[in-house]
């Protein structure tokens, strides 16, 4: 079992930053490739970004691409998500998740990652 618990959600206006941050706990991070998700209400989950356990490969949504950078600290058992240049758009709640490396990874698809954590609101204003 892995738990996940973001934080660093809030409210921010447009072409603000914040930064996101994942805790991880439970067994060994650095097996596990990392990703960010969000979802608003009716609509499904939309892949953010993601990383591989090594950090050597990185993958973004085309609507966050120069905008959003995904890091990992295996050390401290932590991911981040940094959010620049908000927009209303990227109003959402924002999950991380974990995929274990080694298996099938479509770092896309919501079902690749095997934990999530509870989600932290973003909420861009105009």
């Known amino acids: 079992q892995v738990q996940l618990v973001e934080s660093g959600g809030g409210l921010v206006q447009a072409g603000g930053s914040l930064r996101l941050s994942c805790a991880a706990s439970g067994r060994t991070f650095s097996n596990y490739n990392m990703g960010w998700f969000r979802q608003v209400p009716g609509k499904e989950r939309e892949f953010v970004a993601a990383m591989s356990w090594s950090a050597d490969s990185t993958y973004y949504a085309d609507s966050v691409k120069g905008r959003f950078t995904i890091s990992r600290d295996n050390a401290k058992n932590m991911a981040f998500l940094q959010l620049n240049s908000l927009k209303p758009e990227d109003t959402a709640v924002y999950y991380c998740?974990?995929?274990?490396?080694?298996?099938?990874?479509?770092?896309?698809?919501?079902?690749?990652?095997?934990?999530w954590g509870q989600g932290t609101q973003v909420t861009v204003s105009s």
């Open positions: 998740a974990a995929a274990r490396s080694g298996s099938t990874w479509l770092v896309w698809i919501p079902v690749s990652y095997n934990y």
